[in-house]
């Protein structure tokens, strides 16, 4: 596993961040023989695709970063995501009121893997909305109580994660989500709780995807938005209306609005959701 940790201040300055990320790794017993290439003071418009591209092309598979990204960066994130490179962020006060506006995950609802990570006793003790949480760093290698240090120990066992189950991130966080909480649940703090590794690990690939339940709100009149809940190991949403595709949404966005102003009146109106893998298709 190649991993690329880029610092926005000097590592001196982020204490045993990397020996996080390694212990996080090696905390089933395994031995971290990967490569991590530390980058010191790169600024938030220094990540764009000409910045990720060499990375991509020498086979890096997760990019770490010290300090919240910023929707500046939501298309360069996509472009590392859909090669195979997935954003580790943590969440502070300068993310903070951004997760609240779009729920738990950075870029809307995509698996940016935002987390703060720092627990205590089993339960998140930030009060920022994370995706998955861990012990207090503190009790880590005597790390500083501070959350960002929760997020490369995370960070490495979902490295050691998806190097034992082989496929994707999507494949290896669907994992975790289903083996860190109770049938895919989401909490608003806590998120989906402490990953277990061996668990996560174990979690067969070809599970059947489960049935998405589907809400709708009519938010003025013709208006609906549609939302439903994240179905783990799921690459895209399908939106039918009137038994007619209306949409194909991309993992891991749960929301849909259309407006049936000038649908005929006189005809039922009713949507249908289900989710989507490869060729595998969960019921509606």
């Given at each position: 596993m190649k991993i690329l940790y880029c610092f926005s201040t000097t590592q001196s300055g982020e204490p045993e961040a990397v020996d996080q990320f390694i212990a996080g790794y090696e905390s089933e017993g395994a031995t971290w023989g990967g490569t991590m290439t530390v980058l010191e003071n790169i600024e938030t418009g220094d990540i764009d695709t000409d910045f990720i591209q060499p990375y991509l092309n020498s086979g890096y598979e997760m990019l770490l970063r010290n300090t919240a990204l910023n929707d500046v960066l939501?298309?360069?994130?996509?472009?590392?995501?859909?090669?195979?490179?997935?954003?580790?962020?943590?969440?502070?006060?300068?993310?903070?009121v951004d997760i609240r506006n779009t729920n738990y995950s950075y870029f809307g609802?995509?698996?940016?893997?935002?987390?703060?990570?720092?627990?205590?006793?089993?339960?998140?003790?930030?009060?920022?909305?994370?995706?998955?949480?861990?012990?207090?760093?503190?009790?880590?290698l005597g790390g500083v109580p501070?959350?960002?240090?929760?997020?490369?120990?995370?960070?490495?066992?979902?490295?050691?994660?998806?190097e034992q189950r082989g496929g994707d991130w999507d494949d290896t966080i669907g994992a975790c989500i289903l083996t860190a909480s109770e049938n895919g649940t989401f909490d608003e703090i806590n998120g989906y709780g402490i990953i277990d590794v061996s668990a996560a690990i174990a979690k067969l690939t070809n599970d059947d995807?489960?049935?998405?339940?589907?809400?709708?709100?009519?938010?003025?009149?013709?208006?609906?938005?549609?939302?439903?809940?994240?179905?783990?190991?799921?690459?895209?949403?399908?939106?039918?209306?009137?038994?007619?595709?209306?949409?194909?949404?991309?993992?891991?966005?749960?929301?849909?609005?259309?407006?049936l102003s000038r649908q005929?009146?006189?005809?039922?109106?009713?949507?249908?959701?289900?989710?989507?893998?490869?060729?595998?298709?969960?019921?509606?």
């Open positions: 939501l298309d360069d994130y996509i472009f590392a995501k859909e090669n195979g490179m997935l954003f580790v962020v943590p969440v502070g006060d300068n993310a903070f609802n995509n698996y940016s893997m935002i987390t703060c990570g720092a627990g205590l006793n089993g339960t998140n003790q930030t009060s920022y909305p994370c995706f998955f949480f861990d012990a207090d760093p503190s009790d880590i501070y959350q960002s240090y929760s997020v490369p120990y995370i960070a490495g066992k979902m490295c050691y994660i998806k995807l489960q049935i998405p339940v589907l809400e709708g709100t009519e938010t003025s009149e013709g208006n609906f938005t549609l939302t439903w809940n994240e179905i783990p190991y799921a690459d895209s949403y399908e939106v039918y209306f009137r038994n007619e595709l209306i949409a194909t949404v991309t993992a891991h966005i749960t929301t849909y609005a259309d407006d005929d009146k006189t005809r039922k109106n009713y949507y249908r959701v289900r989710a989507k893998r490869n060729n595998e298709y969960s019921d509606w």
